[in-house]
């Protein structure tokens, strides 16, 4: 079983920019991960995901071209680069992981591990 704990998090103007990290409690080598957000009211967005090896990633239409995706296996480490925030950003971030080598795509549904979130907040 692996834990997660995101960091980053903060506020940030309209048009600026964040990084986000998550750390594993163990190896994630054989781990799809992911990104996702829940804004009050909403339901849960997924974002994106990236493959084990960081080769394939799969990005919602809503980030795509903003939002990048990256991990570092050797530092346990998952990343969210975002860039030309937008007010409509602002909510709670998380990570999320599954043991998965199949398609990305298939597997971002389907994240079994969670981390506790961590608050961006963009203003206009």
């Known amino acids: 079983q692996v834990q997660l704990a995101e960091s980053g998090g903060g506020s940030a103007p309209s048009g600026g920019s964040l990084r986000l990290s998550c750390t594993a409690s163990?190896?994630?080598?054989?781990?799809?991960m992911g990104w996702f957000r829940q804004a009050p009211g909403k339901e849960r967005e997924e974002l994106g995901c990236?493959?084990?090896?960081?080769?394939?990633?799969f990005y919602a239409d809503s980030v795509k071209g903003r939002f990048t995706i990256s991990r570092i296996n050797a530092q346990r480490s998952l990343y969210l680069h975002m860039n030309n925030l937008k007010p409509e950003d602002s909510a709670m971030y998380y990570c999320?992981?599954?043991?998965?080598?199949?398609?990305?795509?298939?597997?971002?549904?389907?994240?079994?591990?969670w981390g506790q979130g961590t608050q961006v907040t963009v203003s206009s």
């Open positions: 999320a992981a599954r043991i998965s080598r199949v398609a990305v795509q298939d597997t971002c549904p389907h994240m079994n591990y």
């Open positions: 163990a190896l994630i080598d054989d781990y799809a």
């Open positions: 990236i493959s084990w090896n960081g080769d394939s990633t």
